[in-house]
């Protein structure tokens, strides 16, 4: 082995690990002159050595051992791609004081517990990178980190969840009912056997908080800022937003409003002029508005075997020529204390899109528009379904009519106004008898 050779070892041989295995494998050579000097596996741990990863690789390299890796001195380079928060907080710990630079695409860790972690990386002069844990192969934290360092950040707007957007991409442009296009997402390998962190929010909100470090220079608690997920949307929002000449979106936002940090996740209605508006399948899509550059675009493959090993090999590369310690040191601290105050959940403005299921009977209408302007809410735009009309009875008494009476969508577009002032006028409808239970609300993007 050559003496320049840097010696690296992988820690979760699962779909990315064996994507990432196969380049250093099999394309050496070109990982050596764009590295400058030659990159060697070393170690490789798994849990079950038996299984079939499609890749071949030398003997010696599989253990089912992480010790293997930590305390081994000749490996100065760790991929840490070990999902969840335990062992893999704990591994990470070890492969730092160990004295190993690191790269991860683990997220739910950084978003967790990245405090003390990179709190420890500077303590021991090592350095993490994790390009991988946001956007699959899209290079936005190597953007935000180094083109984009001379600009305050005003926005960051983002499709970070491929499984929510494959979803609604089948069911707005196959007319396919949630539970159909969340099997097939299953059956692709887009979406896991429990989906949960996908399709409510969490996952595009964990890789929030890591954008948000970067741009705006504070860390938010995932806790501390409201997120929704796809789970409760129905067909027939998807059908109605295109009334609207819009897509819905499950949409990532930190913006600037007012001197203070607006964060959410949530489905949302995005005008079709917007490009966001046309990525579909799993791909990933990031605008950025700085207060120089202005706005830009990013899109790609937001995961997958081939786009994460893709960003993971060059946080590899970038860990060797040493470009990660440049950009390390230099990011704003890791810190739990906020630079900005965050905005109130109520305070946020949009408009909004509300479907509500109502009694087809007279004075629904007004009872409704009542309590909304009570809350000064302005109507933009009201579309109901027309019922069907009752066969006649006769002697039908007053109560059997009123059990009878046939229930309607009825959808409403106002003009911006607030989150809590729209909370307050949906207390209102919950008192209603005409107004039955379960009802859609998405912003609409300002985009």
């Given at each position: 082995?050559?003496?320049?050779?840097?010696?690296?070892?992988i820690?979760g041989?699962?779909?990315?690990?064996a994507?990432?295995a196969?380049?250093?494998?099999?394309?050496?050579?070109?990982m050596?002159?764009?590295?400058?000097r030659?990159v060697?596996?070393?170690r490789?741990?798994?849990?079950?050595?038996?299984?079939d990863?499609?890749v071949?690789?030398?003997?010696?390299?599989?253990?089912?051992?992480?010790a293997?890796?930590?305390n081994?001195?000749e490996?100065?380079?760790?991929i840490?791609l070990?999902?969840?928060?335990?062992?893999?907080?704990?591994i990470m710990?070890?492969?730092?004081?160990s004295g190993?630079d690191?790269v991860?695409?683990n997220?739910?860790l950084?978003?967790e517990?990245g405090?003390?972690?990179?709190?420890l990386?500077?303590e021991?002069g090592?350095t993490?990178?994790?390009e991988a844990?946001v956007?699959?192969?899209?290079?936005?934290i190597?953007?935000m980190?180094?083109c984009?360092?001379a600009?305050?950040?005003?926005?960051?707007t983002?499709?970070?969840?491929?499984?929510?957007n494959?979803?609604?991409?089948?069911?707005?442009?196959?007319g396919?009912?949630y539970?159909?296009?969340?099997k097939k997402?299953q059956?692709?390998?887009?979406a896991?056997a429990?989906?949960?962190?996908?399709?409510?929010?969490?996952?595009a909100?964990?890789?929030?908080?890591?954008?948000t470090?970067l741009?705006f220079?504070m860390?938010?608690?995932?806790?501390t800022?409201?997120r929704?997920?796809?789970?409760?949307?129905?067909?027939a929002?998807?059908?109605?937003?295109?009334?609207f000449d819009?897509?819905?979106?499950?949409?990532?936002?930190?913006?600037?409003a007012?001197g203070?940090?607006?964060?959410?996740?949530?489905?949302?209605?995005v005008p079709?002029t917007?490009?966001?508006?046309s990525?579909?399948?799993?791909f990933?899509?990031?605008?950025?508005?700085?207060?120089?550059?202005?706005e830009t675009?990013y899109?790609?493959q937001?995961?997958?075997q081939?786009?994460?090993a893709?960003?993971?090999?060059?946080?590899?590369?970038?860990s060797?020529?040493g470009?990660?310690?440049?950009?390390?040191y230099?990011?704003a601290?890791?810190?739990?204390?906020?630079?900005?105050?965050?905005?109130?959940?109520?305070?946020a403005?949009?408009?909004?899109y509300?479907?509500?299921?109502?009694?087809?009977?007279p004075?629904?209408l007004?009872?409704?528009?009542?309590?909304?302007?009570?809350?000064?809410?302005s109507?933009?735009?009201?579309i109901?379904?027309?019922?069907a009309?009752?066969e006649?009875?006769?002697?039908t008494?007053?109560?059997t009519r009123?059990e009878?009476t046939?229930?309607?969508?009825?959808?409403?577009?106002?003009?911006?106004?607030t989150?809590g002032?729209?909370?307050a006028?949906?207390?209102?409808f919950?008192?209603?008898?005409?107004v039955?239970p379960?009802?859609?609300?998405?912003?609409?993007?300002?985009?």
């Open positions: 082995m050559p003496e320049s050779a840097v010696q690296v070892g820690v041989m699962g779909t990315v690990g994507g990432v196969r380049v250093l494998v099999e394309s050496a050579d070109r050596a002159s764009r590295a400058g030659p060697v596996l070393k490789a741990v798994v849990r079950d050595l038996e299984r990863r499609g071949t690789l030398p003997a010696g390299i599989l253990t089912d051992d992480v293997a890796i930590i081994d001195p490996i100065e380079l760790a840490h070990v999902g969840g928060l335990e062992p893999a907080r704990q710990v070890d492969l730092l004081k190993k690191v991860t695409a997220k739910a950084l978003c517990h405090p003390e972690l990179f709190g990386a500077r021991l090592r993490i990178a994790f844990a956007a699959g192969g899209i290079p936005i190597a953007t980190a180094t984009l360092t600009n305050q950040i005003l926005s960051i983002a499709i970070l969840n491929g499984t929510s494959f979803i609604l991409s089948q069911m707005d442009r196959e396919w009912s539970a159909d296009a969340l997402a059956e692709l390998g887009f896991e429990d989906p949960t962190f996908d399709v409510d929010g969490t996952d909100a964990q890789k929030l908080v890591l954008l470090q741009g220079g860390r938010v608690p995932l806790e800022f409201p929704s997920g796809i789970n409760r949307l129905e067909l929002d998807l059908r109605c937003a295109d009334m819009c897509v819905v979106k499950l949409l990532a936002t930190a913006k600037l007012g203070k940090l607006e964060l959410h996740v949530q489905p949302t209605l079709k917007s490009p966001l508006a990525i579909h399948g799993s990933n899509a990031i605008r950025v508005v700085g207060d120089v550059v202005g675009w899109s790609g937001g995961a997958g081939s786009p994460t893709s960003a993971v090999l060059a946080d590899l590369i970038d060797v020529i470009r990660t310690r440049l950009t390390f230099r990011l601290p890791w810190q739990d204390t906020a630079r900005l105050p965050l905005q109130s959940e109520d305070d403005e949009a408009r909004f509300l479907r509500l299921h109502v009694e087809d009977r004075n629904v007004a009872e409704i528009c009542d309590a909304l302007g009570r809350n000064s809410i109507i933009a735009s009201v109901q379904e027309e019922a009309e009752p006649e009875t006769g002697g008494s007053d109560s009123s009878e046939p229930v309607v969508p009825l959808v409403i577009m106002t003009h911006k106004t989150v002032r729209i909370r006028a949906e207390a209102r919950a008192e209603l008898g005409s039955r379960g009802h859609c609300r998405m912003p609409v993007a300002d985009l």
